[in-house]
């Protein structure tokens, strides 16, 4: 079995390009990585299978001559998956667009709460272990000990409360969860104008 060069090097370069996209932020940029990924994938599928034979008819051709259909149908089936991922992701992107403005891809903000949680009650119990250490302590030491746990706790206080700002939930399970159509955001802040005025 023999194996293209250039193909090989082809598939490689659509690979690495399609991986270094799916690292980014954007959610366009990430769908192109991965039809792009998936392209190169393709193609060192196909390329793999060596050069090209006979066609595989029933009568007349000899087994050694025909090609493999195997990765053929591999990669049909890749392009087809390739397809609904990229419906998919467009779809999210949209999405993201309409409601953010942005495609961009953002912390989850329990992941980031639970890691400033965890990295607080850490500080704060290395302040405990120090100040129950020695013995003795005067009075600017207990004064300069309660001001750092209020700061750990103002520090847990001001992410929370800055949580709770970025929650846009209107409470509506259907605008919230599904999403309003554009119609909706427009009607939305006309009635908001009405009520203000």
Known sequence: MTMSASL????????????????????????LGAVIAGNGINLLVLSATGSAGA????????????????????????????????????????????????????????DRRIYLRAEVLGERA??????????????SERARYRQEHRRLVARLRADRAR???????????????LGADPEDYVNDQDHDRGAAG
Do not use: K, N
């Not at 690495?16 to 366009?28: D, E, F, K």
């Not at 029933?58 to 493999?68: E, K, Q, S």
């Open 55 to 110: 066609a595989p008819l029933l009568y007349g051709v000899p087994l050694r001559r025909v090609t493999d259909p195997l990765p053929q149908a591999i990669a049909l089936t890749a392009i087809v998956i390739t397809l609904a991922t990229t419906a998919f992701l467009l779809a999210m992107a949209y999405r993201s667009y309409q409601l953010t403005g942005t495609d961009e891809v953002h912390d989850d903000l329990e």
């Open 8 to 31: 090989l090097a082809t598939a490689v370069v659509l690979c690495a390009v399609g991986g270094i996209l799916m690292l980014t932020r954007p959610l366009t940029r990430i769908l």
């Open 163 to 177: 949580q709770a700002r970025g929650r846009d939930a209107g409470g509506d399970l259907w605008h919230d969860v």
């Open 126 to 139: 290395e302040l405990r272990e120090e100040y129950r250490a020695e013995s003795g302590r005067t009075r």
